[in-house]
């Protein structure tokens, strides 16, 4: 067994020491922040020193060598699992240790940005522009707008989808919404539109789409089975988009959702939205999104906007999904109060409200 004491500038800098010397399969020991001794240790940075080991002494025959990839497969991956969490943790406490950066974590904190969405964005902001530690609040500010918009990935209904779903929780205003998207398309688009509806537990849902419908002019089937989802796409064609609304299911509710489930994998090469309300709180929303990955949902709608003075849970859903927001919407009015998602916009809305 070959041991060595590694001491670096930064975690990445000494994985990479540790590497080049002892090779990839070098298994990390013990960790740790030291500083120079003297005078000159008050006033430079700490710097980690990391001790590393590996096994230079066993020869491994063919026959092993053919087996060992697989025996230590997992413990791999527990050493690449150690060494992210290592580095995580001693970018949390440069983080910690940088006034700015700590005063700005809490900042963001209290925009309603979950904790380690905020770390996130402030160490890739720290990474590539605060490592002298000399920014101002004021570039600081610009700095992490421009991070926050590479956490806020937005993007626009592709021009040629043709089957958009809407899914997700009760409550979040689903029906509202399509019914605002489908008066947007019809009336500032041109477009040919048409409504399926698979809501038929909510009483008076489908009378609602109806009444949207009439006044809109568009053609609306109902559907009752996924076997009728076939046919109410053959009756409407000539469409040049179908929007779907479904029934509002409870997270908590799995054999609900898989039922869901099964009318959306009827309809083919789907824009398929979750509906989500930003008023809903952080622990329902990671619910929500996890329990609802079975529709499979990619893209992001949020509504209620105008219901709240916090934002965070935009930016918290997009970092746990990596998925696009498409629309937001800003009030009950159909069609006025439905706007397509602008990542500036956003931003300013979670930092100030």
């Not at 009444?211 to 089975?225: G, H, L, N, S, W």
């Not at 309300?277 to 949020?302: C, M, P």
């Amino acid at each position: 067994m070959k041991v060595k004491t590694f001491v670096a500038n930064s975690v990445q800098e000494g994985m990479q020491l540790i590497k080049r010397e002892l090779g990839p399969e070098a298994m990390i020991i013990h960790s740790r922040k030291v500083r120079q001794k003297g005078l000159l240790g008050f006033l430079t940075p700490p710097k980690v020193e990391i001790t590393a080991a590996i096994d230079s002494n066993r020869n491994f025959s063919s026959d092993e060598a053919k087996v060992l990839p697989k025996q230590w497969e997992n413990e791999l991956g527990e050493l690449k699992a150690m060494v992210a969490q290592l580095v995580s943790k001693q970018q949390k406490q440069e983080l910690q240790a940088d006034g700015i950066f700590s005063s700005y974590l809490q900042k963001l904190r209290a925009r309603g940005i979950e904790e380690k969405v905020a770390e996130a964005i402030l160490i890739e902001a720290k990474k590539q522009y605060g490592a002298n530690g000399t920014l101002k609040e004021e570039v600081l500010d610009l700095i992490v707008q421009k991070k926050m918009k590479e956490f806020l990935p937005t993007d626009k209904l592709p021009p040629k989808a043709k089957i958009v779903v809407f899914t997700g929780p009760t409550g979040v205003g689903k029906t509202t919404t399509l019914a605002k998207l489908a008066a947007h398309l019809s009336l500032y688009q041109n477009k040919q539109v048409g409504m399926i509806t698979i809501d038929t537990y909510r009483i008076g849902a489908v009378e609602q789409l109806r009444t949207y419908a009439e006044i809109t002019d568009i053609p609306i089937e109902v559907v009752m089975t996924p076997k009728e989802i076939e046919q109410a796409l053959e009756k409407l064609s000539g469409a040049d988009i179908i929007l779907v609304d479904t029934a509002g299911r409870s997270a908590n509710n799995s054999l609900q959702v898989r039922e869901l489930t099964t009318f959306i994998n009827r309809l083919p090469q789907a824009v398929i939205f979750l509906v989500l309300s930003v008023t809903t709180k952080t622990e329902d929303l990671r619910l929500i999104v996890d329990k609802f990955r079975t529709t499979g949902y990619n893209r992001l709608i949020f509504t209620k906007l105008d219901e709240t003075s916090s934002f965070g849970a935009i930016i918290n859903t997009t970092y746990a999904t990596g998925l696009p927001v498409t629309y937001i919407t800003t009030g009950q009015n159909v069609p006025d109060d439905l706007e397509e998602a602008d990542a500036e916009k956003l931003v300013q809305l979670i930092l100030k409200g």
